[in-house]
């Protein structure tokens, strides 16, 4: 930590020019977020900055060290959130040694000039601070998104009174077919349902795990009292689970959803038309 | 040691498992279940797992073995309430219940078995 | 809740079994895993403390909350005991096999339960299978 006479200085710079440094420093980010934020917004978000800056850096107040990490922790999540680059978040922090150093050479004073290396390479390293926080917060985003994708591509539908559809669309892999397992047997509790639908006519291909995976769900919710129909076999998805050797079995299968949710119709004894409840 | 109690209902003999079960008192109840199907001429059992957290092999091979040993006494037997997790570490264990029937609740078990459901409120009797 | 290390629960009951299976769903919870992933591991735990209890004689389980190279969470379980051993591993390890009695569906279902299995055994010396899950 810099001691606080290493840097008398340009404290005092820091200080008395307050407010010609940190309306240069919002200047100079401001161009470079052409419009995303507004002038106010950033007066706020840097002026808490230039504060705990004062204190951290040049004051050697290591209570504030702490705050300083935390806001700029923050300040790089949120940039991240709004789909900020991690080099203009960076450049936020880097622009305040281009405010500093412009008033330091108009000073003339040595002394500042002096200083302001030590003080660059702090504030390169709280330039630092909010790239490694901008990288965690992106992952963050992006395991939430993979995760609302995972949830949003396998919907369990309710077709008809006791009769639930999983129309799964896209490629099966093992992690996804998981989820698709645990809900719809959820859902056939929540629900009281006695049967389940799972079409895969808009899946392009199925592998040997993938074909395990529906072919459990099928026996789980055989064991919890209900039944499962596969639909949309294509030919090109017989062929392969007929290679792969996977016993189907006597597990109900067809190749259409219609056929199979007559076939549902037909198991649970309704008759459209005369739905119960309705 | 617990055991688990066996209620009467027309005729169907009901057990519901509310204890985290040891295997003394799964054989107790297979024991348990077999007189009283003899005494009362019972036609059919439910056994209502929708407390149990785990079924386990030994658990599971108690379903089976008393689903063909009432069969032999002329009883059916259903497992009603399984939930999901049960349900699917079981498939991964490699235990199909074969020969056990199940059902989603007691309801549907009963319904199952053709027995005469309590009449309770609106929507105990509804469907079909 | 969590067992420390060295602190090994005795399986010399049935009672202990049902002991096991409740440290191991208070540690599996602890460390976040999903119903099902709990499901699994209690029953496995479940089928390894029978396995200890009966065909090993009785011994002891060990629950630990563990972290893995890549710092996700998960529980460890290692059961020991000193009973006769397996004289045939790999066959103890093949589907469909079971050593009788209608004990157990084998090791190779509680396999597929667990990220990782491993299994020590000397005959006349004893048996130490060591099985881990992490949360998802």
């Known amino acids: 930590m810099t001691g606080a006479s290493d840097s008398a200085h340009l404290s005092t710079l820091l200080e008395s020019e307050r407010e010609t440094l940190l309306g240069r420093w919002v200047e100079i980010v401001a161009a470079t977020m052409r419009g995303r934020l507004t002038a106010d917004e950033l007066r706020v978000e840097l002026g808490e900055l230039y504060a705990l800056i004062e204190r951290a850096v040049l004051g050697g107040d290591d209570e504030a060290a702490g705050e300083l990490r935390a806001a700029l922790g923050e300040i790089s999540r949120s940039r991240a959130r709004q789909g900020f680059t991690p080099t203009e978040t960076a450049t936020s922090v880097f622009a305040l040694k281009q405010a500093v150093l412009e008033r330091v050479e108009a000073s003339a004073d040595t002394a500042a000039y002096a200083e302001f290396a030590a003080f660059s390479s702090r504030v390169d390293e709280l330039g630092l601070v909010t790239f490694e926080t901008y990288a965690a917060a992106r992952e963050q985003v992006i395991a939430d998104q993979m995760e609302q994708l995972l949830e949003l591509s396998t919907p369990v539908v309710k077709l008809w009174d006791g009769i639930l559809g999983v129309p799964l669309v896209g490629t099966l892999d093992s992690a996804r077919t998981q989820v698709v397992m645990e809900s719809l047997l959820e859902r056939l509790v929540e629900t009281g349902s006695q049967i389940a639908i799972l079409d895969i006519t808009g899946v392009p291909a199925v592998d040997t795990e993938v074909a395990q995976h529906l072919l459990k769900t099928v026996m789980a919710a055989r064991l919890m009292g209900t039944e499962c129909v596969i639909s949309g076999i294509r030919p090109q998805i017989a062929q392969t689970i007929v290679a792969l050797g996977v016993e189907f079995g006597e597990i109900a299968t067809k190749a259409t959803l219609a056929d199979a949710l007559a076939y549902a119709l037909d198991k649970t004894g309704a008759h459209p038309g005369e739905r119960t409840g309705a | 040691m617990d055991r688990v109690p066996i209620l009467k209902i027309g005729e169907v003999l009901l057990v519901s498992i509310q204890v985290d079960l040891q295997d003394q008192t799964v054989l107790a109840l297979q024991e348990d279940l077999a007189e009283r199907i003899v005494a009362t001429g019972a036609r059919g059992v439910i056994i209502d797992i929708t407390a149990v957290d785990i079924v386990d092999s030994f658990i599971g091979r108690m379903f089976a073995t008393i689903a063909s040993m009432s069969r032999l006494m002329d009883a059916e037997t259903v497992v009603v309430g399984m939930r999901p997790a049960v349900a699917i570490t079981l498939v991964e264990l490699g235990l199909s219940l074969g020969g056990v029937r199940t059902a989603l609740d007691l309801e549907k078990g009963m319904r199952l078995l053709g027995a005469p459901l309590p009449a309770a409120g609106p929507g105990a009797l509804d469907g079909r | ?136």
């Open chain 3, 1 to 136: 809740m969590t067992t420390p290390p060295g602190d090994a629960l005795p399986i010399a009951s049935n009672e202990d079994v049902v002991q096991v299976r409740q440290s191991v769903r208070a540690v599996a919870a602890a460390v976040g895993m999903s119903l099902v992933d709990q499901t699994k591991i209690v029953t496995a735990a479940s089928e390894l403390a029978r396995n200890t209890f009966v065909h090993g004689g009785g011994g002891s389980a060990q629950v630990e909350r563990v972290v893995n190279a890549r710092g996700r969470p998960g529980v460890r379980l290692v059961f020991t005991d000193k009973g006769p051993g397996i004289p045939d591993v790999a066959q103890a390890l093949t589907e469909g096999w079971t050593s009788g009695g209608g004990l157990g569906l084998g090791l190779p279902g509680t396999r597929r339960l667990v990220d990782e299995f491993e299994l020590e055994t000397a005959v006349g010396e004893g048996t130490t299978v060591t099985v881990a899950k992490w949360a998802r």
